[in-house]
């Protein structure tokens, strides 16, 4: 497994903008942001196959974030522009041994979580 750390979560206002960054220790085939809010599952939030190609977006997210990485960095990101307080969660950062996953079952290795808060 590799190991993963998330940074740039924060508190910000709706409307607002925060990027999210995961960091892996090797190299990583298909990775994800999830979510999870309290009292709630985990949620897949976008996911992005290895190559960087495809990437995939649950509804409520879709034209607001965009998931890319940097295979160079063995990073990726999370641009995430018009929030809304129901994007409130701690975001983990996941890392699958295939190259394109989307189900939370299909990933392997998790960051710690990083929390993002927005205020209305």
């Known amino acids: 497994q590799v190991q993963l750390v998330e940074s740039g979560g924060g508190l910000v206002p709706a409307g607002g903008s925060l990027r999210l960054s995961c960091a892996a220790s090797?190299?990583?085939?298909?990775m994800g942001w999830f979510r999870q809010a309290p009292g709630k599952e985990r949620e897949s939030v976008a996911t992005?196959?290895?190559?960087?190609?495809?990437?995939y977006y649950t509804d409520s997210v879709k034209g607001r974030f965009t998931i890319t990485r940097d295979n160079i960095k063995a990073t990726i990101y999370l641009q995430m522009n018009s929030l809304k307080p129901e994007d409130t969660a701690v975001y983990y950062c996941?890392?699958?041994?295939?190259?394109?996953?989307?189900?939370?079952?299909?990933?392997?290795?998790w960051g710690q979580g990083t929390q993002v808060t927005v205020s209305s």
């Open positions: 090797g190299r990583t085939s298909a």
């Open positions: 992005i196959t290895s190559s960087g190609r495809n990437t």
């Open positions: 996941a890392a699958s041994k295939q190259r394109i996953a989307t189900l939370i079952s299909e990933f392997d290795s």
